[in-house]
C-alpha cells in the first residue's frame, strides 16, 4: 500500500514541528552555555599610547615559553610588514601610516564574550572562563581547524609541526598567571600603559571616560564594547579601526547567537532530511510506478482502440474489398454476359445473313 503525497506530508510536518520544538529546546541549551561572564576581566588597548616598542610581544613569549623568533624583539624593522599570530606567535604587534601618522596596534586573541571558536569547536576545546580568558584544551582537539574558520578575528592557528598530537595556539589572556593573581604579560611589561587589565565593566567606564575628556584624540568608540556581543579585549583610538586592520562589520550578535539558529536546524536536517527523502523517494517511485501502471494502461487502451481500429478498418477494408470485388465480379459478369449477348446476338446475326444468304443462293 503507497503512501500518498498528502498523507506522508501531513506526518513529515507533525515531525518537523516536533523537531523545531526540539530544536528551539536545544537553542535554549546551547545558549545557556555561552552566554559569557559579565562581570568578566579584560584588558584595555589604548591605541593612542602605543609606540610600536615591541615589549608586549617579548613578554608574550617569555611567559609562554615560546621559540625565540629569528629577528629579535628590538629590531622594529619587523613592522614595515602586516603580520599576524602563528602557531609560536600570541600577539603581534603592526604599523598603519594613516595620514601622517604612524599607529601601531597590537593583536592577539580578543578573548570573546560569546566565542565562535568554543560554539564551532564540536569536542569543546574551548571554554570562556569567569576571569575573561577564553581557554584550549588540546587533550580533546582532534585538529579539525573549526575554530580557525570560526574566529572573525582570524586568530586560532595551527601548529602543523605537531600533526599526530593537533594542536591549535592562541593567547590565553595569560590565564594561568592571572589565576595567581598577576598581570598578563603583555600587560606587565608595556612601558606605557597602552594596555590596561581590570574588571571589564571598569574598563569600558575608564575608556567612555577617555573619549569624553579627549573627544579631538579618540574616536567615540570603544572597539570590542559590542562587535561579536563583545570582547574581553577592548580597543580605544584616533584612527578609524577600519584603517587599522580591524573589521567594522561584524554587527553586535555574538557567534553562537548567529549560528545557533542553522546550527539548531543540524538535527533537523540530518534526522529529517534521510525521512524527507526516503519519503520524496518514495512517493517518486509511487510516482513512477503510477505513472508506469498509468502509460501501461494508456498503452493497453491505445492498443486496444488501435486493434478495433485496425479491425474496423480490416472490416471496412473487407468489406470494401468484397463489395470492390463483388462489383468486379459483377462488372465482369456483366461483361461476360453482354460479350455473350452480343456475340450470341452477333451469332444469330451472323445465323439470320447466312440463313439469308443461303436463301439468297437458293433462290
Ligand atoms: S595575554 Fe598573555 S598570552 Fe595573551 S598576548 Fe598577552 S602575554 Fe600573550
Ligand atoms: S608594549 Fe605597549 S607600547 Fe609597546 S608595543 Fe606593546 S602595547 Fe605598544
Redesign the pocket.
Known sequence: MGISRRKFLGWFGGLSATAVSAANNAIAGSNHHFKGHPDTMGVL?DIN?????????EACNKVNELPKPDQPFDDLSVLDQKRRTHADVYTV?NQFKIGKDNV?V?KQCNHCMEPACASACFVKAFKKMPNGSVVYDESVCVGCRYCMIACPFNIPAYDYDSALSPKVTKCTLCFPRVEKGLLPG?VE????E??IYGNRNELIKIARERIYKHPDQYIDHIYGEHEMGGTSWLYISGKPFSEMGMREDLGIKSAPELTSGPLSAVPIVVGLWPVLLTGVYAISKRKDKVAEEEKEEAVKAAEQIADEELKKQIAKLKLEATKEKEAAIKKEVQKALDEAAKEAEQKAKDKAADAANEEKEVE
Open positions: 588597548h599610547r602605543c609606540i610600536g616598542c615591541r615589549k608586549c610581544e604587534v601601531f597590537k603583555c611589561a608595556c612601558p606605557k597602552a594596555l
